[in-house]
C-alpha cells in the first residue's frame, strides 16, 4: 500500500507545529520540504509525521515534530549565521538548521548516528551540515557560534556550552529535572547571560547531562 508522505507532512504542519504557535514562514518551509521519513528508519517510516518522539539506536530519540517546530523558531538562525548542534541523532533537526543558517556543526557521541546523519543529510543534497562523531564533554570547539542547539534536556545549561557561543549568540536548551522541564534561550549579552524562558515540555537527557539521584532517608 502506498503511503502519501507528502499529506502527511502536510497535516503535520498544519495540524501539529503550526497550532502550536510555529508560525515563522522560514521555518515552517523547512519543516514542510524536507521529508522527515528519510531521516527515520524503515521500521518506523509510516510514523515519521505522528505526533511520537520516535526511538533511535542508543536508547536516543527524535523530538516530537512540534517540539522540533519550537526549536527551530526559538532560535531562528539567520541566512549568514553559524550554528552549532549538540546531539544530531537522525540529523533531522541538523537539516532543518541547515536550510535556515549559513553552516551548522553537529556533534554526535554515537559514531554510528553520526555515520547514518551524514548520509542521510548528503542523500538530500544537503551540503552546509558537518557532522562529527564526539562527546560534547570532551569536545573543543573549532570556532565560536552565532546559535546553540541542545537537542538532549539538561539539568543545568554547563558553561563550556556558552563559552562557544559569540558576543551577542543565544542558547536553546530544555533544562531542569523531568517531568517538569522549562525551555529556555539563553543570550550571551555584553553584560553576562541573560535567560528567557519559553515554554515548558519534557526531554531526555544529554548523555552525561542527567542530574545525580538524589538520596533520602
Known amino acids: 500500500m502506498h503511503f502519501d508522505y507528502a499529506k502527511a507532512r502536510e497535516n503535520m504542519v498544519e495540524q501539529q507545529v503550526r497550532p502550536w504557535d510555529v508560525l515563522d514562514a522560514r521555518v515552517l518551509e523547512a519543516i514542510a520540504t524536507l521529508p522527515r521519513e528519510a531521516f527515520v528508519a524503515e521500521a ?23 517540539l522540533e517546530g519550537r ?56 551540503g552546509n551540515v558537518r557532522v562529527e562523531a564526539a562527546d560534547a564533554f570532551a569536545w573543543d570547539a573549532p570556532q565560536a557560534f552565532d546559535a546553540i542547539c541542545v537537542t538532549g534536556a539538561v539539568e543545568s545549561v554547563p558553561e563550556r556550552f556558552l563559552s562557544w557561543l559569540k558576543p551577542g549568540g543565544r542558547l536553546f536548551a530544555v533544562t531542569g529535572r523531568s517531568p517538569a522541564m522549562e525551555a ?3 543570550h550571551r549579552d555584553v553584560n553576562g547571560t541573560r535567560v528567557e524562558s519559553l515554554f515548558e515540555t519534557d526531554l531526555p537527557y544529554l548523555a552525561g547531562a542527567a542530574p545525580r539521584p538524589e538520596f533520602s532517608l
Open 71 to 126: 526549536t527551530l523558531q526559538s532560535l531562528l538562525p539567520g541566512a549568514d549565521e553559524s550554528v552549532l548542534e549538540i546531539g544530531t541523532g537522525s540529523g533531522y533537526l541538523a537539516a532543518c538548521l541547515g536550510r535556515l543558517a549559513r553552516e551548522v556543526v553537529s556533534i554526535e557521541r554515537h559514531a554510528d548516528l553520526a555515520d547514518a546523519a551524514r548520509a542521510r543529510l548528503a542523500a538530500q543534497g544537503i
Open 44 to 66: 518506523n517510516r509510516a510514523l515519521a509525521y505522528a505526533d511520537l518522539a520516535l526511538p533511535l539506536a542508543h536508547g536516543e530519540a527524535m523530538m516530537k515534530p512540534v
Open 184 to 186: 529556555v534561550l539563553v
